[in-house]
């Protein structure tokens, strides 16, 4: 089973955004720009935003993972370019890995590799738009297990829509480099 979470938004950018959550661990054998780094995590939400819409697709437990899967794999090549992440390494990684595809990042929203979205927050005075975790992304992945998707939800929700700021107010740089294996 699926949770999808639809708003309608004004923005002033083109393109979209896009940010998943997700389960597993990392393969820290490998280097930083090794895309089997994120071998092993499994996409739990998926999340997009262009300049009219927010869109967010959840999968209700370990059964809906294949579900999710599905559904991202035929909303990818429809996203809108430019394409942006804030941490493009992770995002491009997990999808070629876990769904076999290979996504073009056109911009990396983060100021410099490895940022915490919290600084970033901090310095351009970005509201936390009710981020039940704070920028802590791993508060997400243990309430997406516990089975509290409404927080994992409001997560995704809120990095959106800091990452959609972000742009708009720092704008974006040439995505880091990662070799796809």
Known sequence: MLIFHNENINSKFNGTIIDIETIGGFCREHEVDDSRTYSKLIPTIFGYVTKDELNIICAKGKSGLEKLEKEATKILPTLKRPIYAFQSRFERGV??????????????????????????????????YDDPFNNIGKKCIFAWLRGDYENSIKHNRSCLLKERDILLKRTYRKPDNLKIY
């Open 95 to 128: 999808l070629h890995h876990c769904y076999k595809y290979t996504l073009q990042i056109d911009g990396e929203l983060n100021g410099a590799s490895y940022e915490w979205k919290g600084n970033a927050c901090s310095e351009l005075n970005i509201p936390n």
